[in-house]
């Protein structure tokens, strides 16, 4: 009988990009942020675009992403704004936001509680993203 990937040694490689599409989707639509005088800054719609991979090398397993995400943001149905995060990249957490919003008071209210949730987000994208993939990429000897 012949080992195809003895001890999981050979490269693994695993198209995660509908994985993330989904995650993204799914986390931004639980992100719901209470704002002053009882409004709550929520996503509307997400677009994900980019590449997503889970790999394995060598029995370790990594990760390697280059996401460019924009997101609708309502406060109620007369605000609307959007959140651009242009390069969302595994190597570098210290990520670009752009922001869209002709109402000062809404761009600061963005700053002040949507903005640090989101961040908080998209620091557990890397952890969630091995979590649930590396797990595949082992084959059994």
Same mark, same amino acid.
Not at 8 to 32: A, G, M, R, V
Not at 109 to 134: A, C, R, T
């Given at each position: @009988? *012949?080992?195809?990937?003895? =001890?999981?040694?050979?490269?693994?490689?695993?198209?995660?990009?509908?994985?993330?599409?989904?995650?993204?989707?799914? /986390?931004?639509?639980?992100?719901?942020?209470? #704002?002053?005088?009882? /409004?709550? #800054?929520? #996503?509307?719609?997400?677009?994900?675009?980019?590449?997503? =991979?889970?790999?394995?090398?060598?029995?370790?397993?990594?990760?390697?992403?280059? $996401?460019?995400?924009?997101?609708?943001? $309502?406060?109620?149905?007369?605000?609307?704004?959007?959140?651009?995060?242009?390069?969302?990249?595994?190597?570098? @957490?210290?990520?670009?936001?752009?922001?869209?919003?002709?109402? *000062?008071?809404?761009?600061?209210?963005?700053?002040?509680?949507?903005?640090?949730?989101?961040?908080?987000?998209?620091?557990?994208?890397?952890?969630?993203?091995?979590?649930?993939?590396?797990?595949?990429?082992?084959?059994? =000897?």
């Amino acid at each position: @009988m *012949a080992v195809l990937n003895p =001890n999981n040694w050979h490269w693994i490689d695993k198209n995660t990009l509908p994985w993330s599409k989904e995650y993204f989707n799914q /986390k931004f639509d639980e992100l719901c942020v209470a #704002v002053p005088e009882e /409004k709550v #800054v929520k #996503v509307s719609s997400v677009v994900v675009k980019g590449d997503s =991979n889970v790999s394995q090398r060598k029995g370790k397993p990594i990760c390697y992403y280059d $996401l460019h995400l924009t997101m609708d943001v $309502l406060l109620d149905e007369d605000n609307v704004g959007s959140v651009e995060i242009p390069e969302f990249m595994h190597d570098d @957490m210290d990520f670009e936001i752009k922001m869209n919003c002709s109402d *000062a008071e809404i761009r600061d209210q963005l700053n002040k509680v949507f903005i640090p949730k989101l961040m908080e987000l998209m620091g557990q994208y890397q952890k969630d993203l091995l979590e649930e993939h590396s797990r595949d990429l082992q084959m059994s =000897n």
